[in-house]
């Protein structure tokens, strides 16, 4: 191209004449990710190790507890035809299996409820967008953790 | 005796006889354009070039820069791969332009250019790297010693304790990691996979004495553990660190260290 003079801005050949000028000058662009006072404080603990640890173990132990779980359930002894009252009632008739499904309540919505948290940690941008989504969250965990906890042990095969 | 020159002439357009191995090909560059001082859009402008495959993508920016557009803004210092000024999303994917060749990227389509996701654009391919090193900042990216005199002699290392770091040595800070990370993208607070690196040197250097400390602050909620081993750092490193591999190894000495 030739080198014909450009404008004294130096913006060069682009459609239209510049906005700006040396004494009109552009707004100054705020990196929306600079470190300023409003800049979250760094954290002393090990919550988010704790939290990384806990979902690796109660991972591990799911596997086996949801699957025997979904086997007993759905395919041994009749498969899901014979779950009714009866079936249930007779299962946490024995302490054996209401550990197993509280163990497996707790740890199914911990392990879930953590996951989401670092999901929304990870995709909501605005502060307030995330606090709200998170108190949705750890009401909805705590209020199905209480009353599975609740179900589990006032159980009564006798109700009418 | 003058004809053989005018049937030469009369075959513009064909490759010439003695030419015909003409090692030029057109190429287009669509380049990502941003001047906040004439819009606040960013635009796509595609440019046409002629250029040899066996050269890189810096060539074809120096080409439009110096012969068709002198406002194309992009930073390039040594041109070699050591300095790390030149990293860019090429073709989708972070590369240092100076060490990417045009033969190695399908020339036949249009080539992307575009500046580093994650970082403010300030013109055209020109990212505000100040987020990126203030966390490299916050790694202490320095050796820590606790004696206080100045030594008297080389530290001495054994063959074995230098290789223990090795890897992590290579890193020449052009942000091609940090800004393919997808935790970064989204939330800039998080440390990024080069920082993290950075660290990586020194907790796992024998001469160091303040690993702790550096392991401590990785400890915290924009640390080591929002990283989500999705591998793009270590695909997008122009150096071929193994960056979540030394991510993966800092948790791993965060967790055996204090159990």
Same mark, same amino acid.
């Given at each position: 191209m030739s080198t014909t003079e450009t404008p004294a801005s130096g913006v060069?050949?682009?459609?239209?004449?510049?906005?700006?000028t040396v004494d009109n000058p552009a707004p100054l662009i705020e990196a929306p990710r600079k470190r300023t006072k409003k800049t979250p404080k760094s954290t002393r603990g090990n919550f988010e190790m704790a939290a990384w640890l806990f979902m690796r173990l109660s991972g591990i132990v799911l596997v086996v507890l949801v699957l025997g779980h979904l086997l007993i359930q #759905?395919? #041994?002894?009749?498969?899901?035809?014979?779950?009714?009252f009866a079936f249930v009632a007779g299962r946490w008739a024995s302490p054996f299996w209401q550990v197993w499904d509280l163990v497996m309540l707790w740890l199914a919505m911990l392990h879930g409820s953590n996951g989401l948290r670092t999901i929304i940690n990870d995709y909501a941008e605005r502060p307030a967008s995330r606090m709200w989504l998170k108190a949705l969250l750890y009401t909805a965990t705590v209020f199905t953790i209480l009353l599975g906890t609740l179900v589990i042990f006032t159980f009564d095969p006798n109700i009418r | 005796m003058a004809t053989p020159v005018l049937d030469k002439a009369d075959a513009? +357009?064909?490759?010439e006889p003695g030419f015909a191995d003409s090692p030029y090909i057109t190429v287009t560059f669509r380049v990502r354009r941003f001047n906040p001082e004439v819009s606040a859009e960013a635009t796509w402008e595609d440019f046409q070039l002629e250029i040899d495959?066996?050269?890189r993508v810096l060539d074809g920016l120096h080409k439009i820069k110096w012969?068709?557009?002198?406002?194309?803004t992009f930073r390039r210092s040594c041109?070699? +791969? @050591?300095? +790390?000024? =030149?990293?860019m999303r090429i073709n989708g994917r972070n590369r240092l332009a100076c060490k990417?060749? @045009? /033969? =190695?990227?399908?020339?036949?389509k249009p080539i992307t250019v575009e500046p580093i996701k994650g970082l403010t654009v300030? /013109?055209?391919?020109?990212?505000?790297m100040e987020p990126f090193f203030q966390a490299y900042r916050d790694v202490m990216p320095f050796l820590v010693t606790k004696e206080t005199n100045e030594p008297t002699r080389e530290r001495l290392q054994s063959v074995e304790d230098r290789a223990r770091f090795d890897d992590t !040595? /290579?890193? @020449?800070?052009?942000a091609a990691c940090t800004s393919s990370c997808p935790v970064f993208w989204n939330d800039g607070q998080y440390f990024g996979p080069a920082a993290i690196v950075n660290a990586h040197r020194f907790i796992f250097?024998?001469?160091?004495?303040?690993g702790e400390q550096r392991l401590e602050i990785l400890n915290? &909620?924009? +640390?080591?553990? &929002?990283? &989500? !081993?999705?591998?793009n750092c270590t695909d997008a490193c122009p150096r071929g660190i193994e960056v979540t591999k030394a991510i993966q190894e800092v948790k791993r000495a965060l967790i055996t260290r204090r159990y």
């Open positions: 060069g050949p682009v459609e239209g004449a510049p906005v700006y #759905l395919f #041994l002894d009749g498969g899901v035809s014979k779950i009714g | 513009a +357009g064909q490759p495959p066996k050269e012969d068709l557009d002198g406002t194309l041109a070699h +791969g @050591i300095c +790390g000024s =030149d990293a990417t060749l @045009i /033969k =190695d990227i399908n020339p036949e300030l /013109k055209d391919l020109v990212v505000d !040595t /290579k890193c @020449i800070l052009c250097d024998s001469r160091d004495e303040a915290d &909620r924009d +640390g080591v553990w &929002r990283c &989500r !081993t999705t591998f």
